[in-house]
């Protein structure tokens, strides 16, 4: 047994310092990137904010609406190849399945299945290859082969939190590394297990270890606000996924429920109870749920959500003189806190 004394932080241990800028308004700070990705060399321009493959949030309302607005959407992974085709035939512009990752599990089956998908949609060019331990030699060998069958795709694969991981994974064939264990809204594998990573400082190691190799990290997990949002850029982030955040919205597609004149909507972790049931028949005798499921208020369409962490976003950038996304990590100097926001009328 070994401990490891330097403390690691999450986004609520810490705020970002403002500084001197000469930006006049958050209208002149521009939040698109521009990303060239280390095995295809192919590039990527957009909002690097993106949906979760998870269910009522990573749906193919949910992606329409954001690429609209120029974000991403990963894909839930349980969409049939007929789907997949239904949903790029009704897209208005082509261009937004730039926005859109097909997800897959590492089984034969789920890559069976992604053959299937990119056969008949040759156009998607992002594929986000999804476990939840990331740490497994059967993840970094499927990585590996899925890279040599698609040379060509932009493959995002993970989760992992500490850097020699994220190294393995780029080597391996991943272009972008997604980092978080245990600290999404509705993940209860810190409680079951007991193993994770503060968040702030997994994104400010795994940042540091991708950009070595010209790879890119997704902060996965954890973002309760925009504020979080901007920490996680702040640290390093290449892109931000969200689940939680993005929730309870119309394109989630979920059944809205009156509760005391309230309107709800069921949002569950995938690897919940609710979602095994849901796909596998139950929860395996060997393992337990590491996810929970919960209702959160009905919130409308997305795009005013989105609108609303793009404003918090801008602001951002604004208090620390970043006129471009690109420039916020190198204008962030966080500051360790006791404190966070005031509470005193919060319901
Ligand atoms: P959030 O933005 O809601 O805080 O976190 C979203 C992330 O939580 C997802 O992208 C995924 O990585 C993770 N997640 C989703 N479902 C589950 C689950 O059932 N268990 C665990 N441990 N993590 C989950």
């Not at 930006?23 to 095995?39: A, W």
């Amino acid at each position: 047994m070994r401990i490891e004394a330097d403390l690691k932080l999450g986004f609520k241990d810490v705020l970002i310092r403002p500084k001197r800028s000469t930006l006049g308004s958050r209208s002149q700070v521009s939040l698109e990137r521009t990303f060239k990705f280390r095995h295809t060399g192919r590039s990527w321009s957009g909002v690097p904010i993106m949906a979760a493959n998870m269910d009522n949030v990573g749906t193919f309302a949910m992606a329409a609406a954001l690429a609209a607005q120029g974000l991403f959407t990963a894909a839930r992974k349980h969409y049939t190849p007929e789907e997949w085709t239904a949903f790029s035939a009704s897209l208005p512009n082509k261009g937004w399945l730039a926005h859109v990752a097909v997800s897959t599990g590492i089984l034969e089956s789920d890559l069976a299945k992604l053959d299937q998908v990119l056969t008949r949609q040759p156009d998607l060019s992002f594929i986000c290859m999804d476990v939840a331990n990331g740490y497994s030699e059967y993840f970094v060998a499927q990585i590996a082969k899925v890279r040599q069958r698609y040379p060509d795709k932009i493959i995002m694969a993970g989760n992992v939190v500490t850097g020699e991981m994220v190294e393995q994974l780029l080597l391996s064939g991943a272009d972008i590394v997604k980092v978080g264990i245990g600290p999404g809204s509705v993940c209860t594998t810190r409680v079951k297990t007991g193993v994770g990573y503060p968040q702030l400082s997994a994104i400010i190691e795994c940042a540091d270890a991708a950009h070595g190799l010209s790879g890119q990290i997704i902060s996965d997990g954890g973002c309760t606000c925009a504020g979080d949002v901007a920490k996680a850029f702040g640290a390093g982030a290449d892109f931000v996924m969200l689940g939680g955040m993005l929730a309870g919205h119309d394109e989630g597609g979920g059944e809205i429920l009156e509760q005391d004149g309230q309107r709800l909507v069921q949002f569950y972790g995938m690897s919940s109870r609710t979602a095994m049931e849901k796909y596998s028949g139950g929860v395996a005798e060997y393992r337990a749920s590491e996810g929970k499921t919960v209702v959160v208020p009905y919130r409308g369409p997305v795009a005013d959500t989105a609108r609303d962490i793009l404003g918090g976003l801008r602001s951002a950038c604004t208090y620390v003189g970043a006129a471009q996304l690109k420039e916020l990590t190198k204008r962030t100097t966080f500051i360790r806190v006791a404190e966070q926001h005031n509470p005193i009328f919060d319901a």
